[in-house]
Each structure stands twice: as C-alpha cells, then as structure tokens.
C-alpha cells in the first residue's frame, strides 16, 4: 500500500508512528534528538523531527513486504530504524488528533518487529519560514516513510546532511543507545536466571492514598515478577514477552498495548486491569482473576484460561482463537459480533460461540453487542 498527501499537519515540529491506544510520551523524542536528529523509538512509538513547527508537510506512506531499493537521491536526511509493534496495530499522526482514517493500519503483519526508512527534505527551508508553514502551498517539507517486516538491528544513517542535523542537540554522554536492547551492537539475550527482577519506574506519583510507578514502554522480556505487588502501577506499551508473574498483584494496572506474549500469569489478580489492544499469545492465565478487566480487541490466541474468572471483563473484539476455557467463569462478560472490524469478538470455536451466544443477551441500544447470563463453560 502506497499513500501520499499534501495536507499532513505536524504540531511541535514532530509526527509519530504509534500504536494503537499508545500515549506517546518522552522516549522517543529524547532518542531522536540525542541520535540522528530524525526518528528515535520509544515505547510503543516512533517520533520523528520535523523542521515544520506547526503546518502542513507533504508526506508518503509505503506499507511493503520488503526492503525498499536505495533511493537517496534528493533526500539529505535517510534513517532506517526498527520499531517493535506489541499490538500489531501501527498508526501514522500527530500528538493531537491522529493519522488520516483512510491510511490504516500500517502493521498489517500483526505483532512483531518492523524495519522503517524515514526520508526528509525541506526541513531547513520549513525551520526558517516558521509561521508562514501553516499556508504554505504546496508544503515546504516533505517526508516519505516505508515500512517493512524485518529482524531487529541498530538504527543506520545513510545520510544527515541538513543543518538541522548538524545543528547543536543535548547529548550528555554520547548520543544514547537504540531504545530497544536487542539493536544494540553485541546484544545477547541475558542469561537464564532465578532473581527477581529489579523494576526501576521512570517516574513515581501520589495520587490519593497510592503511590504510581510509571514504567510506560519498559523492556522486560523474559522478566521474573512472581508475586509482586503491581497495583496500579502503568506498563503502557512494555514488553514483558515470556515474563513470569505467576500470582502478581496487578489490580487497576495500566496494560495497554503490552506485549505479554507466552508470559505466565496463572492466579494473577487482575481485577479491573485495563489490557486493551494487549498481546496475550500462548500466555497462561489459568485460575487468574480477570473481573472487570479491559480486553477490548486483545490477542489471547491460544492462551490459557482455565478456570479463569472473566466475571464482566470486556471482550468487545478480542482474539481468543484456539484459547482454552475450561472451567471460566464468563457471567457479565461483555462481547461482540459486530460486521465492523475490529469490534467482532472471536471465540475458541464455532460451536463455543453458538453456545456463548444462546447463554447471552442482546443490548437494546446496539444489537451487536451482548453481555453473558450466568455461564461457566
């Protein structure tokens, strides 16, 4: 899929690549302007620098199935960058309002690891008109970005020749390394270990009588977090891929667009968690308390529910193909068969959902959505 338009608005000099119900915060900034001045990762995201303040730039979105040719020509700014969708569901907009609708879902591969040629020209000329960028037409600046599947790697410049590259940007100690562990030169996965897993939160609030440890975006593959106590705290958009939290605490915990992919989770307590759009793949929920938790249009395929207590969780749009439900408890479960992707709920099997569907009602306002009677299956 190719897409171009003149009529891409930028604000703050800066546009993102995001996942779905991903909040980008400062990561990603931080890693463009200490790096290559151009597109930095963080969680969730990527940020890219515009010389546009706040108007109109002329941008191209290729979606491919592989590597672009090497097409520099004209562009004094080229970066390749990995981006590591949890969700599988990446967006292209602004830090306000979000990408054209018609643009779509630039992950189509669903979740995994991305390759992103980020190509800018015009930044220079935008940066000195400043104000006068909002009418300008056609747009001063112009970027063209592809996207591809592809392993992790470190991010490459094939060039940074614009002033805004070598103009002055804070980089105390060096410019910092690539967000994610597994682009660094001489990454290794860490040694298999029974130590807990030291968390250390990027910022810590009061709120009331809690205290909220924000870990928006944390690496955490492989992380032992058995038993913790993770009550409210915020993993927006963090990888925990293959992560132990057998019986963790994680009541009112932040979940969104996670990616707990084969993560243990037998006996959590995950009351009123929000994991909407989260990656639960082959992950092991078995007797894990899930009342009033969010998973709207979260991928449990093949996950392990057994004997789960899904007491009104929200399942508009989930994937539970291929999960195991044995023994749930689904009362006041609420889930959909709406004709519009992404809301359809997809059940383990045909038959499960006749069988849901006869022990369900339908709702007066929107007969496409419906809440469970009393039903353990």
């Known amino acids: ?3 171009t338009t003149d009529d891409f608005r930028v604000g703050y000099s800066q546009y993102y690549l995001c996942d779905y119900n991903v909040v980008p915060e400062g990561a990603g900034l931080s890693q463009a302007f200490q790096g290559n001045s151009l597109v930095g990762a963080g969680g969730g995201h990527l940020a890219v620098v515009c010389g546009t303040d706040y108007g109109r730039i002329r941008i191209t979105v290729d979606v491919r199935d592989d590597e672009p040719a090497a097409a520099f020509d004209g562009w004094p700014m080229v970066v390749d960058i990995s981006h590591h969708s949890n969700a599988g569901r990446t967006w292209l907009g602004d830090m306000d309002t979000g990408g054209p609708p018609e643009l779509g879902n630039l ?4 979740p995994g690891w991305y390759r992103v040629r980020v190509r800018a020209r015009g930044r220079d000329a935008a940066r000195a008109a400043g104000i006068a960028c909002v009418d300008a037409d056609p747009p001063l600046e112009e970027h063209a970005v592809s996207i591809w599947p592809a392993p992790p790697a470190p991010d490459v410049v094939h060039r940074a020749d614009d002033e805004v590259a070598r103009g002055p940007r804070p980089a105390p100690g060096g410019p910092l390394p690539a967000f994610y562990p597994e682009c660094r030169a001489g990454w290794a996965p860490p040694p298999a ?3 807990p897993t030291e968390l250390v939160p990027q910022r810590v609030e009061k709120i009331i009588d809690w ?3 924000h870990y928006p975006g944390a690496q955490l593959v492989g992380a032992r977090l058995a038993g913790r106590d993770l009550t409210f705290a915020d993993f927006m958009a963090a990888r925990l891929t293959g992560a132990d939290l057998t019986g963790a605490v994680l009541v009112k915990t932040n979940l969104i667009a996670i990616d707990l992919a084969g993560a243990r989770l037998s006996g959590a307590d995950l009351d009123g968690a929000d994991l909407a759009n989260a ?5 092991r929920l078995d007797d894990a308390v ?3 938790a969010h998973l709207s249009e979260a991928r449990l395929v093949g996950a392990i529910l057994t004997r789960a207590n899904l007491h009104r969780a929200g399942l508009v749009g989930a994937d539970l193909t291929g999960a195991d439900l044995t023994g749930a408890r689904l009362d006041g479960v609420r889930w959909s068969r709406s004709p519009d992707w992404p809301e359809t709920t997809r059940w383990p099997t045909p038959a499960l959902a006749q069988h849901i569907r006869a022990h369900s009602d339908a709702s007066p306002i929107k007969p496409t959505d419906f809440t469970v009677r009393a039903l353990t299956l």
């Open 193 to 195: 270990s029974d130590e």
């Open 107 to 110: 992950t189509p591969g669903g």
């Open 1 to 3: 899929m190719r897409w």
């Open 279 to 283: 990656n639960l793949t082959g992950a």
């Open 290 to 292: 899930l009342t009033g």
């Open 211 to 213: 205290t909220v440890a």
